[in-house]
């Protein structure tokens, strides 16, 4: 009997060890590494909140005063590229080279839509990570009519309804986010007891990072998101998978609807409201018009862009329209770019955010 009493005592303080110190045993770059690791979201979006923390702990033990913090989705995360030709590599280096000692946080998901970007915003205060200087990238057919796809919250429906619940109930409205409402709901008492008990020991939070950490040691692999570098005029496919009904909400000519019905406009006044008195820049970044001209006849695509740029006018915001700025040949497609094109693209945010540290 001493003996299972001196196993059990063995087995309670190993988990104690564990439960303290495991967060800050963990390799950081299995999780972030100029970008939050993709795959980890893609198969646990709740691993969002462990990539947060261990980029607030970063910033404070290696005291990052100054850091420009990026939010968006795939473009902004820098798909279909790897890490290290990401617009948060690139900024990164360049602002080295330039001597200035500012760092960049690139907390952009694919898939995000401007529900996601305004939850991760909100869920930076809970790992101390500023708000003080932001870059947020916005699309064209964000402003689009959602009839009913894609959901204003593509992925962070749950952390939205806990930080605003406001705005989580205003989704309700929404057939698309009533379907991923109601299925989180029927799973509600099982995800209540994760969330207060399992979620809460650190050997299970962080079971996902381990995994990937094994798989990364073993395999020796990048398992993000693979290098594109070839130019969209290289693939004649591209046109005919444009040339479809579903796609043409990419690129719809319907005037925008600019008030608060239109789900956009609601999320991005909930994003100015929270960034009061804080650098924020919204920056739009235009689809390939060359390729899209090769699909249909796009008029009313340029008068929307200037209500979107009145819009923000009118808010007294900073905001910077990138149409024409990006060569063509620098598309890996219709929205992404080529390793060189995000360089280019770092550059000129590098440069719009200059002041905000001087």
């Known amino acids: 009997m001493k003996q299972y009493k001196k196993v059990i005592l063995y087995f309670i303080f190993y988990m104690i060890l564990v439960q303290m110190f495991l967060p800050e045993m963990v390799d ?9 690791e993709y795959d980890l979201i ?34 902004m995360y820098s798909s279909p590229g790897t890490r290290t030709q990401s617009i948060g ?23 995000n839509q401007i529900g996601d970007i305004y939850a991760i915003l909100l869920l930076m205060d809970d790992y101390n990570i500023s708000r003080d200087n932001v870059v947020i990238d916005i699309l064209y057919q964000g402003f689009v009519g959602r009839n009913p796809y894609p959901a204003p919250v593509f992925w962070f429906a749950d952390i939205l ?8 109930n205003h989704c309700y409205d929404l057939e698309v986010m009533n379907d991923k409402i ?41 398992q993000s998101l693979s290098s594109e570098g070839e130019s969209w005029e290289e693939k004649d496919f591209l046109v005919g998978m444009l040339d479809e009904p579903t796609m043409y909400r990419i690129f719809s000519t319907k005037e925008f609807d600019m008030t ?5 406009i609601y999320f991005l006044e909930k994003i100015m409201k929270l960034q009061e008195g804080k650098n924020t820049l919204f920056f739009m970044h235009p689809a390939n018009k060359a390729l899209l001209d090769k699909v249909k006849e796009t008029p009313g695509y340029d008068d929307n862009l200037e209500l979107v740029q009145e819009y923000f006018d009118s808010r007294d ?7 024409g ?34």
């Open 28 to 36: 950081s770059s299995i999780i972030y590494d100029y970008r939050i």
């Open 42 to 75: 893609k198969n646990k979006h709740e691993n969002i909140r462990i990539a947060l923390e261990q980029i607030g702990r970063a910033i404070s033990e290696e005291e990052v005063d100054d850091y420009i913090v990026l939010v968006g989705d795939s473009v």
């Open 89 to 111: 590599y690139y900024m990164e280096k360049i602002l080295q080279e330039d001597g200035r000692n500012i760092g960049v946080f690139n907390l952009s998901i694919p898939s």
């Open 161 to 168: 309804e806990e930080k605003d619940l406001e705005a989580y």
């Open 182 to 222: 109601s299925s989180v709901g029927e799973k509600r008492i099982v995800d209540e007891l994760k969330k207060s008990i399992f979620n809460k020991m650190s050997i299970m939070k962080y079971k996902d990072i381990m995994k990937a950490g094994f798989v990364k040691k073993f395999n020796g692999i990048d």
């Open 260 to 264: 608060e019905k239109n789900y956009q």
């Open 317 to 323: 915001a900073e905001y910077y329209d990138m149409t």
């Open 325 to 358: 700025f990006i060569e063509n040949n620098k598309y890996s497609d219709h929205l992404h770019l080529i390793p060189e094109g995000y360089r280019i693209l770092a550059e000129e945010l590098v440069e719009i955010t200059f002041c905000w540290f001087n």
